[in-house]
């Protein structure tokens, strides 16, 4: 028994030894070293992005400017109409009546304004009667005078009503007219339906003109300033990135679980000319360098370095399947539709032609910041530097570093070998696609 014992504690030690041999020299193998990176110019550019959905930003309802009976509605819903096109009617028989009926009221107060006229005047007149053969002139009094001249304002003011109301009734349409090109996205009613005054009819958007709303949080808020500028990248069109314009931000917060969070409005610029260099970028893809219409939408801001590097595997990908192309979008077929997911990324800061280094090779104490510069000796020297604005990535170096310079990443941490471009930022994480190009 005692033999089986100390066996058993001669397996369990030498299992002990390996492992712990092994376990060291694995440490060995792995075991970090220091990277070296060259200081490099770039442009930086700080988002603030979120997830939202499309909304068409110009809408309008269009009502009828009177009571009455609908005679036909002349459109239907999801149909393109243009300004100045006819959508609904409304019957004119009792708007002729009513404008008979408005004539007369009118002529009946230009004909009690005159009857006042001429009995002031005559209230005014002296009179002459003879009594016993005597003239005697008598004059009215003057609190009689005083009510002709009341009576003959007042004929005055309904003439003017009067006026009023035959103006307002002769310019009141019966139609209702389309104010700007666009589609119908409603229809409210029917031929016969009794409706009143203010009634809508119709409801028409603008199918160029989008908006999204997105929920900016405490924290990014105050980096959001109206006017500023916005991209918009439609998830569901490949590359697809539109220029926009911050046009709303809600003074007051949405609270949700103690999450605070203020709504902001983005507004799409003009999508015409963007589609159109997204269509010409795509055309054909050879292989190599990117072709030169991909060099202009990078550096247009429409796509970005790393979409037009897919873009070119994808069309190098359809070559081999024999399409020779990808998929373009066409300015003339291509329609962006209310709901569609979207990520926006609101512009915050931003940086051209700074140097940069990666935020791993940085640290700090107090209120210095320092990094570990590679001498040409091949020693180092910790050196303070004065910093910019920083994304996810990379910081700006107003000061302390030339380019060309070597900066050491501690062991530990893990940098990023990509030359130092636009990118994305929400909440300090990469969003793919999302960095805008340099220019």
């Known amino acids: 028994m005692k033999v089986t014992k100390i066996i ?57 400017e009177r009571s009455g009976t609908v005679e036909e509605v002349l459109v239907e819903e999801g149909e393109s109409v243009n300004e100045g096109q006819v959508l609904a009617t409304l019957d004119t028989t009792e708007w002729e009546e009513e404008l008979r009926a408005l004539q007369l009221n009118l002529l009946q107060a230009e004909i009690n304004l005159e009857n006042a006229e001429q009995a002031l005047e005559q209230a005014e007149e002296e009179t002459t009667i003879i009594v016993g053969g005597v003239a005697v002139t008598e004059y009215s009094e003057d609190w009689e ?47 016969g339906d009794e409706v009143k005054k203010g009634t809508v009819a119709v409801t028409i958007a603008d199918p160029n003109q989008f908006e999204a709303d997105i929920m900016v949080s405490e924290m990014d808020i105050f980096q959001v300033k109206l006017g500023g500028e916005a991209w918009v990248q439609v998830d569901a069109v490949q590359g697809l990135r539109l220029p926009a314009e911050v046009t709303h931000i809600s003074p ?56 037009a590097e897919e873009m070119m595997e994808q069309g190098q990908q359809g070559q081999g399947k024999g399409q020779g192309q990808v998929p373009s979008l066409n300015p003339e077929d291509f329609q962006l539709r209310e709901g569609l997911t979207v990520t926006v990324s609101i512009v915050s800061a931003e940086r051209n032609d700074v140097l940069l280094v990666p935020n791993t090779a940085i640290t700090t104490s107090g209120r210095q910041t320092f990094v570990q510069v590679v001498l040409p000796d091949g020693t180092f020297e910790e050196r303070s530097i ?54």
């Not at 930086?44 to 068409?56: D, H, K, P, R, Y």
């Not at 471009?421 to 696609?433: A, E, T, V, W, Y």
Request: net charge negative; with cysteine; aromatic share 4%.
């Open 386 to 439: 004065t910093t910019g604005i920083s994304d996810w990535q990379y910081t700006e170096v107003i000061e302390g570093l030339s380019e060309g310079e070597e900066v050491v990443v501690p062991q530990g941490t893990a940098a990023t070998t990509t030359t130092p471009q636009n990118q994305g930022r929400q909440g300090g994480m990469m969003i793919p696609g999302m960095g805008r190009p340099p220019g």
């Open 145 to 191: 005078i005083d009510i002709k001249e009341m009576q003959l304002a007042l004929a005055e003011a309904r003439l003017e009503d009067a006026q009023q109301e035959l103006q307002e009734t002769l310019e009141q349409n019966l139609e209702v007219v389309a104010p700007f090109d666009g589609f119908i996205i409603l229809v409210s009613v029917s031929g």
């Open 252 to 307: 007051t917060a949405v609270i949700q679980a103690g999450v605070v969070n203020y709504e902001v409005k983005v507004e799409i610029q003009s999508i015409e000319p963007v589609i159109q260099d997204q269509q010409q970028a795509t055309q054909d893809f050879p292989t190599g360098e990117l072709p030169d219409r991909l060099k202009q939408a990078v550096e247009e801001g429409h796509i970005t370095q790393e979409q």
């Open 8 to 64: 058993l504690a001669l397996i369990l030690c030498g299992i002990s030894v390996m492992s712990l041999g092994c376990a060291g020299e694995s440490e060995s193998e792995t075991a970090p070293e220091n990277q070296v990176v060259t200081v490099q110019k770039g442009n930086l550019t700080v988002e603030v992005s979120a997830v939202g959905n499309l909304a068409l930003s110009r809408k309008e309802e269009l009502a009828f």
